[in-house]
């Protein structure tokens, strides 16, 4: 099951406040058979639904992973890191061989999915390298399937030891510093989705985000006619000014690019200044613009994870 879907099968289940609240509350229990009260405070959602059935989860998901300790330690490095295949396999401290198991059988299994890059590869047209070029390796990125399992890895799995006692504060000192920073990969990845029906007229080639040994953009998208759209999604809780727009533009003239359109997604909006440049060349959205991605209920509500 995609994303997608996913989040409108929660969303059709739960009817959270706005979409704000709709992203949060996916990004903690996204793919979870469950019914919540969205008007709650997140931390006693994370309590009730989580913390306190820890013991019954952890062996759903043992059974899931079948107790595999490299699974697990590439789902937890996964969760955190740049998602890049050498970096997970360096922080979950496992050799390629072993790693590239662990891969292979989340794969097999639906758990991660895989993000090929589109880093041309320079040594064809440039002989001559920088010292830190050519060390870069080109590397795909992987994604873990359902929020639920990256929110367990992210902020549960390190934990594990002090909420088998009961002791949760070193759980939540973590959820409460790190949940915004948590949110934005979801948030970006919902953002690619809604570029893609957003843009669905304009034949997509490719959509995903971009990157590079210099460079990384959230959303790039090239279109059969080889127009190119670039996007960056902010997760916070201030709103967008034109620094970001430049820093936007700085990363296309590094790639030597002149994007069709350059489009903004920000939770908490923009400054005046940018919705006064808003035209041709700049797009900006705000998250209850994600109200596209639910404007019709699916027939069936699917959920993937039948824990809980």
Known sequence: MDLLEQFRSFYFQNYPQD????????????GLDISIDTTAYVDSLVYEHILSHYKSLNTQIEQLLESKEDVEKVLFALSKGDRRIFSIFKKARLNNQNGGIALGFLQQKGIIKIEHSREEDKRKFKPKLKKEEAKHRI?????ISYPFL?????????????????EYEPFFQ?????????????FEELSSIFLDYYLQDKQIESIGSYWDAN??????IVTKSAEIYVAECKWTNHKINKKEL??????????????????????????KELYQMQGKMLQLFDVNDFVLLV?????NLSFPLAFG
């Not at 990256?150 to 088998?164: C, D």
């Not at 489009?263 to 400054?271: D, P, T, V, W």
Request: net charge positive.
């Open 295 to 299: 404007r019709s209920k699916p027939q």
């Open 150 to 166: 990256r929110f367990w890895f992210y902020f549960i799995y390190p934990h594990r030891k002090e909420i088998e006692k009961k």
């Open 246 to 271: 430049n820093k936007l533009l700085e990363k296309c003239q590094q790639l030597n690019i002149t994007p069709a359109k350059v489009i903004l997604f920000s939770k908490r909006g923009f400054s």
């Open 139 to 143: 590397s795909d990125k992987f994604f």
């Open 174 to 186: 973590q959820f409460h510093r790190e949940f915004s920073r948590y949110i934005s990969l979801v």
């Open 19 to 30: 979409m704000e609240n709709a992203i949060e509350l996916f990004s903690i229990f996204g």
């Open 215 to 220: 460079v990384e953009i959230d959303v790039y």
